[in-house]
């Protein structure tokens, strides 16, 4: 089933909601219009029952250049505090079923912190990830210095923050920004492939493995593990853990309900 909302394409596919950037003629510059149509989207699929898995994409040239310079460019403090476009972003950090990024071309600025915002990435050989903020007389301001830092380290990501410069799919593989380069037809067969398989998993038992990961950036060792310890047991309520332990004892492929 395919839905088009102008600058951001939706389809679902079995449990995969994917939404791809539409903006071509400005390299999927994130406008205000397209993050709103972006959040919308991925709100809309994290209720949807039938959705487990989300990815989101770009075209084989670009994922997104980063934030619209052109509707920022003349904004005063005071309209970037008082419209606070930046807030928005928490509603993508509040998303609960997995994400995967299925990068192609370049994911710069806020193209980057999209992709970081996401849980899995899947980079094509010809990807280029990088925060050149410093270019256009600015710094990362949606998650990039924190982000960036988390995943490739302190020294490698001054580089990247400090002097502009690109991560090619390699080197971000190497770093640990991405999580597997694949040929550049490939980009998005090889993460609707790894979305399809997420998705055979109990969706309950994914959002609650996905906040304790995401959980390990922000708490101590003990509180991660003791928080882990809870959400795991918690797990113990659902239908399909008592599915999932069965299945395997009778040696039969469990049927996840989601319940
Ligand atoms: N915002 C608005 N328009 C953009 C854009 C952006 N981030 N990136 C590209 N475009 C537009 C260009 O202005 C150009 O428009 P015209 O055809 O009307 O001239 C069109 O997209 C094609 O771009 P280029 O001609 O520049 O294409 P290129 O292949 O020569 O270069 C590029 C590609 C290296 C990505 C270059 O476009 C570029 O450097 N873009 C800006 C990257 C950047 O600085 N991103 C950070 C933005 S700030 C940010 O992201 C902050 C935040 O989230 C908090």
Redesign the pocket.
């Known amino acids: 089933m395919a839905a088009m909302s102008e600058l951001i394409l939706t389809q679902t596919e079995d449990h995969v909601g994917v939404c791809t950037l539409n903006r071509p ?3 999927n ?2 406008s205000v219009e397209l993050m709103d149509q972006l959040i919308a989207a991925l709100e809309a699929f994290d209720n949807d029952p039938n959705v487990y898995v989300m990815v989101i994409t770009g075209s084989e040239k ?1 994922f997104a ?8 460019a003349e904004a005063s403090v005071v309209e970037m505090m008082e419209h606070n476009y ?1 807030a928005r972003w928490l509603r993508i950090k509040a998303i609960r079923k997995p994400i995967i990024a299925a990068v192609s071309g ?1 994911a ?4 980057c ?1 999209l992709a970081m915002h996401c849980d899995i990435i899947i980079a094509s050989e010809s990807a280029k990830f990088g ?3 410093i ?2 007389g ?1 710094m ?3 998650g ?1 210095t924190q982000r960036l830092t988390r995943a490739i380290g302190k020294f490698k990501a001054m580089e990247v923050i400090l002097n502009g410069r690109f991560l090619s799919a390699q080197e971000a593989f190497e770093a640990g920004l991405v999580t597997r380069v694949v040929a550049k037809e490939q980009f998005l067969a090889e993460a609707m492939r790894l979305a399809h398989q997420i998705a055979q998993r109990p969706p309950i038992a994914l959002k609650l493995a996905k906040e304790a990961v995401l959980k390990a950036d922000e708490m101590s060792l003990s509180e991660g593990l003791e928080y882990e310890r809870k959400l795991f047991y918690s797990l113990f309520a659902t239908e399909d853990q008592k599915e999932g332990m069965r299945a395997f004892l009778e040696k039969r492929k469990a049927a996840y309900k989601g319940k």
Do not use: R, S, T
């Open positions: 003629e400005v390299l510059a994130l670009v250049a980063g934030a619209d310079i052109a509707d920022m930046l370049y710069l600025g806020g193209g912190e925060q050149p903020e270019n256009i600015v990362p301001g949606a990039g």
